[in-house]
């Protein structure tokens, strides 16, 4: 039977793991020749995975108006076609891009561009309705994200939105946000086993809110990644949040940190990204991890995490104990 859990205050349910689509979105860039995407993708290698995922029992699939300039959302709406039923889309908006020229164009936080956007998204994915609608500007302030609640409350009036959220990595902005409207039921933020983010845990409880988790796989470090990526994917020149990769290859400092404790993730038999999915789900009742999937074999690896459930308590302890050794000595 398929692990599910509750979307925080909006009852709605869904699989403890997600599938995360930003990779599926392919190239997107920067003025300045940043990557935003993870390179060139497989478009029906990308359907049949998320037709894999839903086999599996996933039902929460997470994308983005920018992710790819709406290709991810367009992909994820061919997928769905006729299956949408089986499945609870989550959403987001904030970053503007150019579908023509695969460029982000800037931040949009006011909140007819709210409405507008997700007119937009729903046009891509070919439904009438989002199941969770999130604000995507993770450092915006809380009184501007607060401005945003009215128009977000007034698209649940209207049925278009189930629920909304915010992806954001400050405890005390999202406390604002969920306090402030009684249809926010999610907080998408950063974590991981190597990125805990207890205050933000703390706020979910408080509130009954969801814990997405992106991040989940460090992008790609908890899988045992070793490989140099190419120059059109984001970790090939990784911004300054992204401390996972340094120049296309997984930091030295973050790599020996998995190291210590692969043997505790994987001591029950699962792989490395499935202890580290179990971990999370071990972490809190409230997590939802969304490792991104973009071919039917990561699909594979990851979703089974959904039968094995979360880690056990002897090797979450044991995952702990070693953690507490390492994070008293900060990596570079």
Known sequence: MTMTRTLGRSGIEVSAVGMGCWAIGGPLWGDDGQPFGWGEVDDDESVRTIHRALDLGVTLFDTASNYGAGHSERVLGRALAGRRDRAVIATKFGNRADEATRRWTGQDHRPNYAVTSLEESLRRLGTDHVDLYQLHINELPAAAALDLVDALEGLVTQGKIRAYGWSTDNPESARAFAEGGPHCTAIQHDESVLK??????????????????????????????????????????????????????????????????RDALTADGRTLAQGALGWLLARSPRTVPIPGCRTVAQADENFATLGLGPLPADAFAEVERLLADLRSVPAA
């Open 196 to 261: 805990d983010n207890p205050e933000m845990f703390a706020v979910c409880d408080a509130l009954d809110l969801a814990s997405l988790n992106r991040g989940p796989l460090a992008m790609g470090l908890l899988t045992g990644a070793t490989r140099k990526v190419g120059a059109d994917d984001v970790r090939g020149m990784a911004p300054e949040w992204l401390v996972w990769f340094t120049d296309g290859r997984p930091t030295p400092q973050w790599s020996a940190r998995v190291a210590e404790i």
